[in-house]
Each structure stands twice: as C-alpha cells, then as structure tokens.
C-alpha cells in the first residue's frame, strides 16, 4: 500500500533510480489505472492548496463592530439607557455605528477590489492514466472537454486538482509545474523557481542527481509546484500533491492568524491607558458627588457622563476617516489597499526588507556583456551567439531571447540572406554545450557552439583575439578561468562562444565535430534592477527607511543588484549562517547586516521577528511564493504587479504600477495620516483630562454638579465633530522626515502636560463665574458659561496643538478644519441663546461675560504655544 506522502524523504528519492521511485510509488511508467487514481484522489484529497480564506461580510462587520473601544463605549450607553438616561445612551450608540459602518465600507470595497485581481484560470497537466474512466467528475471531463479512450495508457490533459501521487505527468514550455515531481526522462529542460528560491536564472533538471541532495530545491532531478517551464520537455512520477507540497506547507504558514501590527497594538495600549485613567477618575469623581451633594443617583449619572468624557468615543470613526482618505489617496497612485490599518503602518515604517528578483528586479534576463578572452568587448561574439540562437530549433529559453533582442545583428548580418541552417547538434546535459551548423554564402559551413565554460574549454584548441588566433595553452586557459570567475563574482551567468569552418561537403553533423573549435569569448546574462528601483531606495533612505535585502539568490548575483541600485553594503549573511544563530545572535546580525543571502522562506519570517524584537515597525516587499511567509509576518506586507496570486493574498498593499516610486509616496500617505491621527489622540486626551480634572476640584467645592450629564456629552460631541475633517490637514514637513511609531509613553505625556495647563484655564473661568458674575446660587449660568469656555478652548486648541510651528503664520490648517473650527465656535456661542437653551440647560450669558472669556480663551491659546515650543525642544515632534 501506498504510504503518506508527505512522510517521504524527498533527498532519498532524489538519490534513488526512476525504477525505484516508481516502485515505491505503486505506479509505473504508463501511468495509474483510472481506478487507482480515484481511490488515490478519494485518500489523499484533491491537489489544491490552503488558500487566506476572505471572511464572510457578517464576519467583517462583527469584527469592527467589536474593537476594544466600541465595546467600552457600549458598556457606558448600555449603563446610561439602564439609568433613565436615554439620550447619552442613544447618542453614544449612534457614533459606534457610525464609525463601524464607515470602517467595514472602506475595507469591505478594497477586498472586493484585492479579489479582482485574482484572475482564475482553468489550469490542466498533461497526464498518463491508464483504463477508460478518469476519476474524475463527470461535470470536469465536459468541462474540460477530456476524450475518453477504451483501452491503454494515454495522454489526457485532466485539472491540475485531480493529480494524484504516482501519476505520470509530460511538461513541456510553458507548463506550470502542478505537484512536487520527480524526473524520469528529460530534454533541454530548465526551469524558473524563482517564485520558491528567489534565482533570477532558470535552472537546468534532469533525470540523474548530481551534487548534494541535502537542500532538496537544489536537487536537479526534482521539480516543485509553483515553479514554470522555460524551455525543454520532460516526463516526471507525481511525489506530493495539494497540502503536502512545499508550497502547500508555504500556504499552511500564510493561512495562519497574523500577529497583531504595530498600528493594532498602539491602538489598544492607547484604549488601555484611557480605560486606566477612567478607573481612577470616575470612582472618584462618583464618590465626591455623592458625599457632598447627598444625591447618590444624580451622582452616578454624572459620573457616567464623565466616563463618556474620557473615552474617546469618536477615536474609531476619526481613525477610519483619516485611513480612508489615506485609501483613497493611495488608489489614486494605482495602489490597492487590502487593510486600512496598512496605510498608518506604511508611515511608521522604518525598515524595508525586500526580496530581489522581480521586486528590485525585473525578473528577466538580459545578455549585458559579450567579451573577448581579454575581457574586452567583443562583436563578433555576439555575432556568432546570435546565429546560434537565432537557428536553433524549437523554444527559446530566456538566454537565447535575450540574445535575440539584439535585432540590429540580425539587420547587420543580413542573417536570413547570407546564412541558410544546415544542421544541429541539439543540447544535452553531459556535453552542456549545443551547435548548429550553417552555410555561409554558399562558401564553407561554420559550426558555431555555445555552453558552459568549462566544457567548452575541453573542446577549443585556440583563441580569436581581434582577428589573430592564439594557441589555448596553459596561461590562456588559466587566465579565462580566471575572466570566468570575475565575471560569476560580479553576478553574471556565462555562456562561452566557439566556432569552427568546415568543407560544405556534408549535410549531417554529430557531437563529434565538436573539437578544434576556436574561441570567440563569452556572453554575460544577468537580471537588470527596475527603472526605478535605485531612485526609490534613495528617496526612502532620505526619508529614514533603511532597506535590507531578503532574497533566495547567491550572494555574487544580490551584491551586483545593490551596487547597481545604489545600495551600500554593511554586511552579508547567508542563509546557513543564519540557522546557526540563537535569537539573541540574530537580533544583532539583523542590525549590523542589510543584505541576507540563500534564505529559505522560515528564514526570512526569522529575520522580521529579530527586527520585530528590536523594535523596528518592518515592511517586506516580496512578489514570489516564497516570500509569503514574509509577507504574512511584516507590519506591512507589500506585493507588486507582477507577483504570484499568493503573495498579493498575503500582502496588506498592491503596487499596480510598475514603478517603486509608489513606495514613497505611500510612506509619506501613511506618515500624514498617522500624524493626523495622533493630533487627534492629543487634543482629546489632554482636553478631556483636563476637562475631568477640573470636574473633580469643582466637585469638591460646587453646592451642585459642575456641569449636566448631557451638556457634557454634547460637549463631547460638537467638539469630535469640529475633529471630523482633521483628515483633510497638511502635516508639516518636518514631522514627516522621519518614521513615526505609536509613543503611548509620549501621549500620555502630552495628557499630562496640557491637560493640566486646560484646566487651570477652567478654574479661571471658575473664578470669573463665581465671584464675576455671582454663579455660587446659579447652576444654569455657571454651566453655561464653562460649557461655551471648554468648547471653544478645546475647538480652537487644535490650531495650536496640530503643528510645530508658529500657527497661522508659519502653519495654516485646511480649509475644512478651518470651516468646522468656526462652525463649531458659532454653536457654541449661538446655543446659550437658541430656543434649545432651556432642553440642554442653557441660559443665556451677559456681554461683560462674552469679553472676559474671549479674554480667557486667548490667553489659554498664547500660553499653550509657549508651554508646546518648550515641549518639542523637550522631548521631541513623536
């Protein structure tokens, strides 16, 4: 009986002869019975991967609906409705749903745009089964228009999720690989798995191991799904299928709960911190009332409405509005954004790790080099690789396209004129080199070869230098071993060119005519960076992003991209030397390298981790398989255009556009919405600590309550509607320069450096009221005139508190918070006098009153701009 799977040691069966192989799988090589296959479909499950399952609408409701603020806000509007209090109730509930609302709109509209780009395709493999029927639904073989045959093996192109283990698959050009398979028979076959291994060239697979079988993706007769077929044919014994793949185990990882961002968890600690200074103050504030007024209900209302106070109950829809603008900003660039809490994350962002090929690279292969044995460059090697490639026959792999860009040859050569194909000396995998052979004008046939160095070596005995040739003796050979060499260091693939001229006697050539060739030179292949890739990393290290390499790929191919992207080397790690490291080693490798090599994808999840550790907020910007992990694992997780469907699944943010200029303009998006977020979280919990500070002294020496519970949530809510349109200000330049990350620390600062100077304003207002104005016997007036002083001192504040530096001289705000800062500062006036002044409490207030509180509010204004210049030269614009 077949075993698991996913127990099988894939090294020993790369070690192992195809008949073993198939033995072990209870297969042969004309395929499964359909009956085989059914039962092996039935046991082992269908050939698909877990995939990050979209949670269902209700589910994304539930989940903004049940944020840690919302839930305490519920808890105050549910004891207030149980009160009598059926007006602060309401009016708390409305700002939960309407910040909820708004939250699930913009996310569930970016899903929906996120799952558009996932273009579906019915995806078959050429498949050898055995018996007439398939095993598979009969409504697949309509629907893939599958011809059933009586009898005996034969090809059948079936969907890739019906592929069993033991199944004999043919791939061909083109081809995605659809399982981890084994290969049985071969030709000229390379592949890319680039997306599982970070290489930017395609590898070559055969049927026979050579070399180390201990990293089981370097194995050269062993092909993983996920990887694509560039050139070449194959037929190969299906290992694992679906879940047990090593892309299946890459899937499982990307599946699981992601850890909670920076963005997240800044928010809870600022929750936290409010719900603790809401534990001391309203006991308080409870108990005071109570002794000194006698009335233990009025008291707990009132205490109530202060729990309202402190909470920031428009802090979910203020946030949303600011990340929704940041949304909308960000699709205007052709960015998708799949999570709104990505965009304050772009902001606080301070380290990028990237993979390389296909994200700083274009994942193409170019020929950049064509060099004499000299070094110098060289035409006439180019010439000669261009007849090669140009003759011969079947696909181009990516090397032989890259050669044929260079058009200008073929109109210089005049190929098709001057030069018929004679014959070919096809590709194989121990000669490693192929030819072909033409006839030139009609004069002489030229036999031009082309491969790996070495062997080509074995088979030229002179060397072509501008026209003279020279005999390949022993310091030649050492001295092109060595060009070889330097080449392969600076990151290039080499291809060696030789050609040799015979008699045009003879139609057929073998492998045998390939010796005496003389040697032209060598071609040079590499993957060149994006247009913008160098640019991009500049402007984001000017901007405080330090950018590390995270990447599958030798260190000789990463070090050539980073000098040609401009970026400065402070250290290398390798993949091997990495899981040698405990945490605490790697946490300091993390900080002292910025280019990491030969990863695996646990690897590159270990590398954020450490940065995680040591406090950085970590993007990773990745587009291939194996960076899904990474993507899952980064604060913000950043795929590209051309990336595989599992890695924009992982990713929170899709660049549509070709060029990484995206990723400064979204760092400075996210840096201007956190920075609006935080002028919020300041002004509300220093004005609202001020606000109860101010509530518990008078508490002690009021005959009545300092203000009535719902002219404190009106309060409350005039003053976070004036905040509304905050998303909509500029933020200075230099509060952008640099990463800015959650400081509940530096908040609760804030809070009790300004929340203190707003009160001691409020007892001013006391002091005018009381023995100004004779408020000791007046409840109504004493509420009025410090409810019209708190609003405007809180609404105008903003003007202040938003920027650095000198307001509306140096710094306007937007129009918007402009409009809603005056609106809201004419209410307040205008409410004392309105018909309902007597409903909310109101009374109206003298005009010697009027002056003296404009007297107050701009007194509190100049002083709070001294007391916030000495802040920042303090501690800072965090």
């Known amino acids: 009986m077949l075993a698991d799977p996913a127990t099988m040691d894939l090294a020993g069966i790369a070690r192992s002869e195809p008949a073993f192989v198939l033995r072990a799988l209870g297969t042969s090589s004309s395929g499964l019975l359909d009956r085989e296959a059914e039962e092996r479909l039935h046991r082992f499950g269908r050939n698909t991967i877990a995939a990050e399952r979209r949670p269902t609408w209700p589910a994304q409701l539930a989940h903004h609906f049940l944020s840690a603020i919302n839930l305490l806000l519920l808890t105050i509007s549910g004891i207030s409705a149980s009160m009598g209090d059926l007006t602060s109730a309401i009016m708390i509930s409305l700002m939960v749903v309407m910040s909820t609302l708004l939250s699930f709109v913009q996310e569930f509209r970016s899903g929906n745009a996120a799952e558009q780009l996932r273009h579906m395709v019915r995806s078959t493999a050429s498949v050898l089964r055995q018996d007439k029927r398939l095993g598979v639904p009969a409504e697949i073989v309509d629907a893939f228009e599958i011809h059933l045959h009586p009898q005996g093996p034969r090809i059948s192109d079936l969907p890739i999720d019906a592929l069993v283990p033991g199944d004999i698959i043919h791939l061909s050009a083109g081809d995605m690989v659809p399982a981890d398979v084994r290969i049985l028979q071969s030709k000229d076959l390379y592949v890319n798995q680039s997306t599982l291994t970070g290489e930017s060239l395609p590898v070559e697979k055969h049927a026979q191991l050579t070399g180390d079988a201990r990293n089981i993706l370097e194995c050269c007769n062993l092909c993983f799904m996920g990887s694509n077929v560039v050139s070449g044919t194959a037929s190969a014994v299906v290992l694992r299928t679906g879940a047990t793949t090593y892309f299946g185990a890459l899937a499982r990882n990307i599946t699981e709960q992601r850890p909670g961002t920076s963005f997240e968890k800044g928010v809870q600690r600022f929750a936290m911190l409010m719900l603790r200074f809401m534990l001391v103050m309203v006991p308080l504030v409870f108990a005071l009332n109570g002794l000194t007024k006698g009335d233990w209900m009025q008291a707990f209302l009132f205490a109530v409405a202060v729990a309202v106070g402190l909470a920031p109950e428009m802090l979910p829809m203020i946030v949303t509005i600011n990340l929704s603008k940041g949304a909308i900003s960000l699709s205007r660039m052709k960015v998708i954004v799949k999570r709104l809490n990505a965009i304050q994350n772009f902001g606080a962002m301070d380290v990028l790790c990237t993979d390389k090929t296909g994200t700083l690279t274009q994942g193409r292969v170019v020929l950049e080099k064509h060099v004499d044995a000299n070094g110098s460059d060289c035409l006439k090697v180019l010439q000669h690789a261009y007849l090669n490639s140009y003759h011969q026959t079947g696909l181009k792999n990516m090397l032989d396209i890259a050669v044929l860009q260079h058009a200008d040859i073929h109109t210089g050569l005049e190929v098709d004129k001057r030069f018929v194909k004679v014959d070919e000396v096809p590709f194989d995998f121990h000669r490693r080199r192929m030819s072909v052979i033409v006839e030139q004008e009609g004069r002489h046939h030229l036999l031009v070869c082309k491969g790996a160095v070495e062997e080509m070596l074995t088979v030229c005995d002179r060397i072509d230098i501008d026209g003279v040739l020279h005999p390949l003796d022993t310091a030649w050979l050492e001295r092109l071993k060595s060009l070889k060499d330097e080449l392969n260091g600076e990151g290039f693939m080499v291809i060696a060119v030789a050609c040799r001229q015979f008699p045009a006697v003879r139609s057929m050539y073998t492998h045998r005519d390939e010796h005496g060739l003389t040697l032209l030179g060598f071609t040079a292949f590499f993957d060149p960076p994006r247009d913008s890739a160098a640019e991009a990393l500049s402007a984001l290290h000017q901007h405080g992003v330090s950018v590390k390499i995270l990447t ?327």
Not at 776 to 794: I, K, P
């Open 552 to 878: 599958g790929d030798n260190e000789a191919v990463t070090t050539m991209t980073c000098h040609q992207v401009g970026l400065q080397i402070s250290g290398v790690a390798s993949g091997e030397q990495i899981a040698a490291m405990h945490d605490s080693e790697l946490q300091q490798a993390v900080e002292a390298n910025n280019v990491f090599v030969k990863l695996s994808p646990e690897q590159k999840s270990r590398i954020i981790a450490a940065l995680h550790a040591n406090r950085h907020v970590v993007g990773f910007l990745g587009d291939g398989i194996n960076d899904g992990p990474a993507l899952k694992a980064a604060d913000i997780g950043i795929s590209v255009d051309s990336a595989v469907d599992i890695a924009k699944e992982s990713a929170d943010i899709i660049l549509l556009e070709k060029s990484l200029m995206v990723l400064e303009q979204g760092v400075m998006e996210g840096r201007r919405v956190f920075g609006n977020i935080i002028k919020y979280l300041r002004m509300s919990a220093s004005s609202n600590f001020g606000n109860m500070l101010s509530m518990v002294g008078a508490s002690m020496f009021l005959p009545f309550l300092p203000m009535a519970p719902v002219q404190i949530l009106l309060n409350n809510l005039f003053y976070d509607l004036s905040q509304t349109t905050i998303a909509t200000d500029e933020v200075d330049q230099e509060y952008l320069a640099q990463p800015r990350q959650w400081e509940i620390g530096n908040i609760a600062r804030y809070m009790l450096v300004f929340g203190p100077i707003s009160s001691l304003f409020d007892y001013v207002t006391y002091a005018v009221l009381l023995y100004g104005f004779d408020a000791w016997n007046n409840a109504r007036l004493f509420h009025t005139g410090w409810f019209m002083e708190s609003l405007l001192s809180q609404t105008l504040i903003v003007h202040i508190i938003r920027t650095g530096r000198i307001p509306f001289v140096e710094s306007r705000a937007s129009t918007p918070l402009l409009l809603t800062s005056i609106a809201i500062c004419l209410l307040a006036i205008w409410l004392p006098f309105s018909p309902f002044a007597l409903h909310f409490g109101f009374t109206p207030v003298s005009a010697g009153y009027g002056i003296a509180l404009a007297g107050i509010v701009l007194a509190y204004l100049m002083f709070t701009q001294v007391i916030k210049s000495w802040f920042i030269r303090r501690y800072g614009l965090n």
